[in-house]
């Protein structure tokens, strides 16, 4: 498939080229349900990626505008005996393997918006999506899916958020299959060395701390139909969100709260 360079992946991804394994798609419907669909086949890690989806996911049921050639459109899939509480510091991990991939790869310094959107110039250009199967042995299979625009020009009305994409119109070139490959292969690679290590035993909420957007600005959270003003203070060990409120410290970590700036008056 020529929209992604298989030996540039194998290269990045290390010491796991051996035993990850590489699904490629033309069109699937979306990389996390090929993979949830897959999730009782094997315990090796793998990786999902596909050259668009035609049902991109994303938090809350949202839809992910995913179309081909544009956007790298992959989900990492592993088994753990971790407890399903870990899916927001999952989600840390890969918004922080994701960034650092980047980095790696580009001169671009994305931020991280809480808990699961990759922004750069203030606006999305991508998003992180983790969900989890029970397998019968007790273990759990972790899905995270990340959709990254990378030359994505035209974006659906009606967005919640400014969408931009990685690489701007005078630099469309730069998204080869070479560059696709090495970047999923290294999103994948640092990942798993995030979950090896611990997501909260290495320099990942250090880093992670780095790049969120608003820390110390006015934000307003959602959650449900409550709705509330405060300060965002940054995370805590766990990645849960702090948001001082009244001059007391909540910390929030539900998957259904949503934060943006709030508006000027």
């Not at 010491?15 to 315990?43: F, P």
């Not at 990254?148 to 701007?168: D, K, M, V, Y």
Request: include cysteine.
């Amino acid at each position: 498939m020529t929209y992604i360079s298989t030996p540039d992946l194998q290269i990045a991804l290390g010491r796991y080229a051996d035993t990850v394994q590489i699904k490629l798609y033309d069109t699937v419907n979306s990389t996390n349900t090929a993979a949830k669909s897959e999730a009782l086949e094997s315990v090796s890690p793998a990786l999902y990626i596909a050259r668009t989806q035609t049902g991109g996911r994303g938090r809350l049921g949202r839809s992910f505008h995913s179309p081909a050639d544009t956007g790298l459109y992959m989900t990492v899939a592993y088994t753990t005996d971790k407890p399903l509480a870990e899916a927001v510091r999952v989600t840390a991990g890969a918004s922080v393997a994701a960034v650092r991939a980047i980095e790696a790869a580009t001169d671009k310094r994305p931020a991280i918006k809480w808990v699961n959107d990759l922004y750069l110039c203030h606006a999305k250009i991508g998003g992180i999506l983790t969900e989890a199967v029970t397998l019968p042995e007790g273990c759990t299979r972790m899905v995270v899916g990340l959709g990254i625009n990378l030359t994505t020009s035209e974006f659906p009305e009606g967005l919640r958020a400014p969408a931009a994409s990685l690489f701007s119109p005078a630099e469309v070139s730069a998204a080869t299959p070479a560059f696709m490959g090495t970047l999923a292969g290294e999103i994948t690679r640092r990942l798993l060395e995030l979950t090896e290590g611990g997501l909260w035993e290495s320099d990942c909420l250090d880093f992670y701390r780095s790049r969120l957007l608003y820390v110390d600005t006015p934000v307003l959270c959602t959650r449900g139909s409550e709705a509330f003003e405060g300060i965002l203070r940054g995370v805590d060990e766990n990645f849960s969100l702090l948001v001082e409120t009244d001059g007391k410290i909540r910390a929030l970590s539900s998957g259904e709260i949503s934060v943006r700036p709030r508006p000027s008056p």
